[in-house]
């Protein structure tokens, strides 16, 4: 597996006239496992842990390495290797149907238009979505879109990939079905949510409380961990 | 081209993007510039081909002529008010065949197919510092984001009329604006993420 490194990572914003508010406190972590859950309240600061493992945030200070490239200095690089997956996939499908939003991703890679729209149609064949290739990517229902958003982001092939919430906004059965897509990835997966069942069924938990991470280990002790927090 | 798109196999669909783009501007002026009455209906008949050849579905047409008519209903009335009967009927025509052409445009082309015909065209541009990419990319947002924004629209709309306040423009339209330019954000990050535009 991919090795993720946070070195004293640290995220503060500015604030008018009253200093700056720290978002994430310095944070050293080695993430090695293959599925890597980080849950925690809203606000705690898990979207920013996550945004900082593809340099969609930059740290304040410390630094974040992923295979030994720093996200700041070697985005586009980083981004190549880490695939991002939001909570609300209207915001990421940019094009109307669903294979040109899968071609768009491919743009870089393949330049002949043929073979791109072979690609495109096999990953989201690959997906469960062929026979959605060219429906309006506006009628899909959540989940759904859910799955051709993460197709756009698998289709290319990256060796890790960071889910913000990706169930949130989900029923139970495409909560299940986006979670076992997701968990059943052969790629490294950072999977930051407040599904609880999912979380247990990643290798190590990452707890994040106030600004900073307060428990990191097994499923089962940093679960325990957090529903202890919320019942204290 | 924002959702209209059908796949197919037609003489249309096949037509290099070039081509139909430069039709439809050739037919478009013609269209325009050829003031006789009695050219509007052969227009409109030339259009309707075009719709026939590339198989667009009577549906789409008449999504696309609805959206034209209260245009084109509303110009010809002004017309018939000024000029008279046979100029209203010409406007009203000639405003049908403009809708039905493109319609026949976005139906048969992509609009990855257009974005990337548009990069190509704007190749010659790069010695003036223009990215061809990035160009053709700016497009295809503008076009895609045209939905999105729509439904935003609707859902504070609604969220304001719920609680009581649709007499109040400012109860949908400064969340309205706020959701926009956040949307804006979320798509600017999810492009990055997914490397378009490194």
Request: glycine share 6%; charged share 20%; hydrophobic share 55%.
């Given at each position: 597996m991919p090795t993720i490194e946070l070195d004293a990572a640290a995220v503060r914003v500015p604030l008018p006239g009253r200093g700056e508010r720290e978002i994430l406190a310095p944070t050293t972590l080695t993430l090695t496992e293959r599925r890597i859950g980080v849950i925690g309240a809203n606000g705690s600061g898990k979207s920013t842990l996550a945004r900082l493992l593809n340099g969609l945030v930059r740290p304040s200070s410390g630094r974040v390495t992923v295979e030994d490239r720093d996200v700041v200095r070697d985005g586009a690089a980083v981004r190549r290797l880490v695939g991002f997956c939001f909570t609300d996939p209207a915001a990421q499908l940019v094009m109307p149907t669903c294979v040109e939003d899968i071609e768009l991703s491919l743009r870089r890679t393949v330049k002949d238009g043929a073979t791109r729209r072979e690609r495109a149609l096999a990953v989201l064949a690959a997906n469960g979505l062929a026979d959605h290739a060219h429906d309006s990517v506006h009628?899909?229902?959540?989940?759904?879109?859910?799955?051709?958003?993460?197709?756009?982001?698998?289709?290319?092939?990256?060796?890790?990939?960071?889910?913000?919430?990706?169930?949130?906004?989900?029923?139970?059965?495409?909560?299940?079905?986006?979670?076992?897509?997701?968990?059943?990835?052969?790629?490294?997966?950072?999977?930051?949510?407040?599904?609880?069942?999912?979380?247990?069924?990643?290798?190590?938990?990452?707890?994040v409380d106030d600004a900073r991470v307060v428990a990191d280990g097994t499923p089962a002790d940093s679960i325990a961990h957090y529903t202890g927090l919320v019942d204290r | 081209m924002a959702g209209l798109h059908q796949p197919g196999d037609t003489v249309l669909h096949r037509l290099p993007v070039g081509a139909k783009v430069?039709?439809?501007?050739?037919?478009?002026?013609?269209?325009?510039?050829?003031?006789?009455?009695?050219?509007?209906?052969?227009?409109?008949?030339?259009?309707?081909?075009?719709?026939?050849?590339?198989?667009?579905?009577?549906?789409?047409?008449w999504r696309a002529a609805r959206g034209v008519l209260l245009v084109a209903v509303v110009a010809s009335v002004f017309q018939w008010w000024w000029y008279g009967a046979e100029k209203a009927v010409e406007t009203f025509l000639d405003l049908l065949s403009l809708g039905l052409a493109a319609l026949a445009l976005t139906a048969t082309t992509s609009v990855n197919e257009m974005v990337d015909a548009l990069s190509r065209w704007a190749r010659p541009l790069r010695v003036l510092g223009v990215d061809p990419d990035r160009v053709a990319l700016t497009v295809a947002l503008t076009i895609g984001a045209l939905p999105g924004t729509i439904a935003i629209a609707r859902e504070t709309r609604d969220a304001a009329r719920a609680r009581g306040l649709d007499r109040n423009p400012r109860a949908y339209l400064s969340p309205f604006v706020i959701r926009v330019v956040a949307r804006a954000h979320e798509s600017g990050d999810a492009l990055q993420a997914r490397g378009i535009g490194d």
């Open positions: 009628s899909l229902s959540g989940g759904q879109r859910q799955l051709l958003a993460l197709s756009g982001v698998l289709a290319l092939e990256p060796a890790i990939v960071v889910a913000d919430e990706p169930t949130t906004l989900l029923d139970r059965a495409n909560t299940r079905r986006v979670g076992d897509t997701l968990l059943g990835l052969e790629q490294q997966l950072v999977l930051v949510t407040h599904d609880l069942d999912l979380a247990a069924r990643c290798d190590r938990v990452i707890v | 430069l039709g439809l501007a050739l037919l478009s002026l013609a269209i325009v510039l050829v003031r006789d009455v009695r050219a509007a209906p052969v227009f409109l008949a030339v259009t309707l081909l075009l719709a026939a050849l590339a198989r667009v579905p009577l549906r789409s047409v």
